[in-house]
C-alpha cells in the first residue's frame, strides 16, 4: 500500500517536472517549422523568377526562323 502511494507521488513528480520541457519542445519544433517555411518560399520565388525567364526566353523569337530553331 505505502509504496503504491510511493509509486504514484513519484510519477506526479516527474509529470510535473517534465512539463517545462514539453513546452520547450513544442517551442522548438515551431521554430523549425518557421524556418522550413521561409526556405520552401524562397525557393518558390526563385523557381518561379527562372519560370518568368524562361517564358519571356521562349514567347520573344516567334518572328525568328533562327531564335524558333534554338
Known sequence: MIF??????L???VVVA??????AMAQA??????QLIADQTKAIKD???K???L???VGAPDQDD???VD
Request: positive net charge.
Open 66 to 68: 533562327a531564335g524558333l
Open 4 to 9: 503504491r502511494l510511493l509509486r504514484l507521488i
Open 55 to 57: 517564358e519571356k526566353k
Open 18 to 23: 517534465a512539463q517545462p520541457s514539453f513546452d
Open 29 to 34: 519544433i515551431g521554430q523549425g517549422s518557421a
Open 11 to 13: 510519477v506526479a513528480l
Open 51 to 53: 519560370t518568368d525567364g
Open 47 to 49: 523557381l518561379t523568377a
